[in-house]
């Protein structure tokens, strides 16, 4: 059975500072990485794609993929109480099927 | 329309009815796909069509499950002798590109379907 994980959370971080979310997934074969950001009772939204090892930078997000380790996250600077949501980690995996975590809720305490 | 419209946004049925659950996708958009999403979970994978065609349907989870898209656009997912455990939001998605790799996805609002 292949695998996102994510922390349920809640992650609680004070504005203006960092939030950094985490996803672990199982399969190595796995090329696409996608963070979406989903309200209470509203639809996924997505905020950050990435495909390489590495960085990738988007306004105050920041998404980090590491193949090796199978670990990909998602800093959020300058936390605002706006981005209080629950964060979905989805990974295309080696036969193109998206795999979803369960989402991490944040909460920024204004 | 702008974006994925899904409706009716909410559905009450009693157990053992049959619904029928409608997503018209962004204009254009190629993929389509449905999602049925458990309260405090991510979305799980129902099934996906290409234009009309049906490419994957191993998420169904029963055959009470059955989708369609005849011409293309308009999808309908129909759930006959409805349970209990069927309880959700079932999301459709769309995406303008046949580049399974790099596909982003846009999703409607949702249908809640509470079977009582």
């Known amino acids: 059975q292949k695998e996102v994980e994510q922390n349920s959370g809640p992650l609680s971080v004070p504005e203006g500072a960092i939030a950094s979310l985490n996803c672990t997934y199982s399969?190595?074969?796995?090329?696409?990485f996608f963070w979406y950001r989903q309200y209470s009772g509203k639809s996924p939204e997505l905020i950050m794609s990435?495909?390489s090892n590495g960085d990738k930078e988007d306004g105050r997000f920041t998404a980090q993929l590491n193949k090796a380790s199978q670990y990909v996250s998602l800093l959020i600077r300058d936390s605002q109480p706006s981005d209080s949501a629950t964060y979905l980690c989805?990974?295309?995996?080696?036969?193109?099927?998206?795999?979803w975590g369960a989402g991490t809720k944040l909460i920024i305490k204004p | 329309g702008a974006g994925v419209s899904q409706s009716p946004r909410y559905k009450v049925a009693k157990r053992g009815q049959d619904v029928a659950l409608r997503c018209d996708p962004i204009?254009?958009?190629?993929?389509l796909f449905w999602y049925q999403q458990a309260l405090g979970q991510g979305p799980e994978f129902l099934t996906y069509?290409?234009?009309?065609?049906?490419?994957?349907k191993s998420g169904l989870p029963s055959d009470r499950f059955f989708a369609e898209r005849p011409e293309g656009s308009v999808s309908t997912l129909k759930i006959q002798r409805t349970q209990q455990e069927d309880s959700a939001v079932y999301l459709c998605?769309?995406?303008?590109?046949?580049?399974?790799?790099?596909?982003?996805?846009?999703f409607g609002s949702g249908t809640q379907l509470s079977v009582l």
């Open positions: 998605a769309s995406s303008y590109t046949r580049d399974f790799h790099e596909e982003k996805l846009f």
């Open positions: 204009s254009g958009h190629v993929s």
């Open positions: 069509f290409q234009n009309e065609a049906q490419l994957d």
């Open positions: 399969d190595r074969g796995s090329q696409s």
């Open positions: 990435i495909y």
């Open positions: 989805a990974v295309k995996d080696s036969n193109y099927q998206l795999i």
